[in-house]
């Protein structure tokens, strides 16, 4: 690797201030968030599965605070996560929905000189496994896992010293990370559609009735449901989860059981194990308990309680997970109904009723809707479509992520040469 050097992430830093980390809390907490306006980047917006920016579940600020924040604002520049789940890293990718971003105070912004080295041969650097290690082996913190200016500025970096070849590898990343992105955007839209067409029927009530017409335009019969205190349709009804849902709490086998070298049943502790639509295997156990099915819906029960992901394999499942599946074939509903009740718990923690955990009587007891069985069966035939689409998506965007980790190495180390 004579053509090749190494160095240290400082060295490749821009003039003036290119490394900083995020404004002081009190210049940026809740009561300056928004419903629009300029977007802040906050630890739940980078991941470790190399999607570069997580382009949703924002908050904002208003144009005149983050022109207040500019010293802050992200342009091409690297983010990292300085506190909580350490060693994320993110990028703003090509065609973001947004012009200016700015980042909380939990994050690190680094600014490249672009004379030096190729933007995107630096992220497919830095979010590799093995700086995911290198910045976990820096953490700083006792209690909350953290990192500084000084773990940023010090990461090793080994680069071509031809630009030219940097971006060359470069390019190969970005081309599989747009791909990866596309799949995400497509999930997305796929997801949104569900969820409006399920706010259509059980929500709004216009469902197709028998005669194509929306039901409660139409002048269907509604009736009011003491349990629920609301209208509902005529022959609808309230229930539990435990009435529409098979329920499996998860246990979590014995610490001994547990190893990474893929003996046993693959295993998922809690939500750190999700991805975007399914969990990351990580850890195996020889001693499964209790077990979830391909296709179940997996619900984390400790904080952040009511995160979900789709298992895409046979699994074990520990203690932070609740696995489910619709008791009468109705999965596309039963899916809508627990992101609507992830909304409902997301809305108490932001008014200041922290769910640390859900135990079993209370999951099984959450009241839901139940609708007639017709409308149940048009809206899934919609929904299982789509959910076997995101499905294909997502195991698509994970062979990608396989390859880019495969090719990495194999590029970097001088074993693999770019045409």
């Known amino acids: 690797m004579a053509d090749w050097i190494k160095v240290n992430l400082g060295e490749l830093a821009a003039e003036g201030r290119s490394v900083i980390s995020g404004p002081f809390g009190s210049d940026i907490g809740t009561q300056f968030f928004k419903s629009e306006g300029v977007p802040v980047i906050r630890g739940n917006n980078l991941t470790k599965d190399h999607r570069r920016l997580v382009d949703d579940g924002f908050v904002f600020v208003t144009e005149d605070k983050a022109d207040d924040l500019d010293a802050y604002a992200v342009e ?92 060359k590898i470069g390019r190969i990343f970005r081309a599989i990370d747009a791909k990866i992105e596309l799949n995400n955007r497509i999930n997305a839209e796929l997801e949104a559609l569900a969820k409006m067409i399920y706010d259509y029927w059980f929500v709004q009530f216009d469902f197709p009735d028998a005669h194509g017409r929306p039901y409660k335009s139409s002048g269907g019969a509604m ?31 014995a610490g001994d059981s547990y190893n990474e070298e893929g003996r046993g049943a693959v295993f ?71 992101a609507d009740l992830k909304q409902i718990f997301d809305r108490r923690s932001s008014e200041g009723t922290t769910f640390g955990s859900i135990n079993k009587d209370d999951l099984f007891g959450l009241r839901v809707l139940i609708p007639d069985v ?16 995101a499905a294909l998506r997502d195991k698509e965007s ?22």
């Open 76 to 167: 091409d520049d690297l983010i990292f996560t300085a506190a909580g789940t350490i060693g994320q890293v993110g990028l703003i990718p090509e065609g973001s929905r947004f012009e200016k971003y700015v980042i909380s105070n939990k994050q690190i912004r680094f600014r490249a000189d672009l004379s030096k080295v190729d933007l995107d041969y630096l992220y497919a650097w830095l979010s590799s496994p093995w700086i995911f290690r290198a910045i976990e082996n820096r953490d700083t913190g006792s209690t909350v896992p953290l990192i500084n200016l000084s773990v940023v500025r010090s990461l090793p970096v080994s680069l071509p010293k031809s630009g030219a070849e940097q971006r």
């Open 223 to 253: 009736v009011w449901n003491d349990t629920l205190k609301r209208e509902i349709p005529a022959g609808w009804e309230a229930g539990v989860l435990s009435d529409i849902a098979k329920i499996t709490m998860g246990q979590s086998p």
């Open 268 to 338: 998922f502790q809690g939500s750190t194990d999700f991805g975007a639509r399914s969990p990351n295997v990580r850890m195996y156990t020889t001693s499964p308990g209790r077990m979830a099915w391909e296709g179940d819906i997996l619900v984390s029960v400790r904080a952040p309680v009511g995160t979900l992901n789709i298992a895409d394999r046979t699994c074990c499942i520990g203690r932070g997970l609740a696995a489910l599946h619709s008791k009468n074939g109705f999965d596309g509903y039963l899916h809508r109904v627990l």
């Open 374 to 389: 017709h409308a149940l069966r048009a809206y899934e035939r919609m929904a299982c479509n789509w959910i076997r689409m």
């Open 398 to 419: 994970r062979e990608f992520t396989q390859l880019r980790d495969w090719l990495l190495p194999l590029l970097m180390n001088g074993q693999v040469r770019v045409a």
